[in-house]
């Protein structure tokens, strides 16, 4: 089933493969799919998808029926995985890269179920990256901003500036996390204050 994402639907790869079986079958046509790593160095895997869509007739001859294959198109996707870049890529980036080729070589070729080039799973996997990828600018406002009320002090201040001197080694979690914790012990303060 589809996933929605941005009001936009994305097909798993396993539901393009099944969509592009029923088409073909209904137009007597047959296909293969190959790939080939291209490149796995620094980290870094590259794979390409091959899908080659062929027809097939059945023509009788003086000893029976010959079948013979016709090349109708050649598709391709090419994908790029970097290890440890997330969760799934930490145990199976060469199997997640080929999967995304797959699914963009089938996207080439019209099966992706919409307009779209990336897989659901690609586009889940984005998302997952924007939201642990670096603190914003404006996380980092408001962290300083908390961090001039009086109730943040002494030690939790110390390492507070410490902390955020290091800026480029805070993902956006880190920040959401941060702002938490002083909301918290300045909604705590507050309501001691009272």
């Known amino acids: 089933?589809?996933?929605?994402?941005?009001?936009?639907?994305?097909?798993?790869?396993?539901?393009?493969?099944?969509?592009?079986?029923?088409?073909?079958?209904?137009?007597?046509?047959?296909?293969?799919?190959?790939?080939?790593?291209?490149?796995?160095?620094?980290?870094?895997?590259?794979?390409?998808?091959?899908?080659?869509?062929?027809?097939?007739?059945?023509?009788?001859?003086?000893?029976?029926?010959?079948?013979?294959?016709?090349?109708?198109?050649?598709y391709t996707g090419h994908a790029y995985e970097k290890e440890d870049s997330s969760q799934i890529n930490r145990t199976s980036a060469l199997e997640n890269c080929e999967t995304s080729a797959i699914g963009r070589a089938l996207s080439a070729a019209g099966f992706g179920g919409g307009n779209e080039y990336a897989s659901a799973n690609e586009v889940e996997n984005a998302i997952h990256q924007q939201k642990f990828n670096s603190m914003t600018k404006k996380q980092a406002e408001v962290l300083l901003k908390l961090s001039e009320h009086e109730a943040i002090e002494g030690d939790t201040l110390e390492k507070f500036e410490v902390w955020i001197r290091s800026k480029g080694l805070h993902s956006f979690e880190d920040g959401e996390k941060a702002i938490e914790r002083f909301e918290k012990i300045?909604?705590?303060?507050?309501?001691l204050e009272n």
């Open 1 to 74: 089933m589809p996933v929605k994402i941005h009001n936009k639907k994305y097909y798993t790869v396993a539901e393009r493969i099944d969509l592009l079986n029923e088409l073909l079958h209904k137009q007597e046509k047959t296909y293969s799919l190959t790939t080939e790593l291209i490149s796995w160095e620094n980290e870094v895997v590259i794979m390409k998808a091959t899908l080659t869509i062929t027809s097939y007739d059945n023509e009788p001859d003086a000893v029976g029926i010959t079948e013979t294959f016709t090349t109708v198109s050649k």
């Open 186 to 191: 300045i909604n705590d303060y507050d309501g």
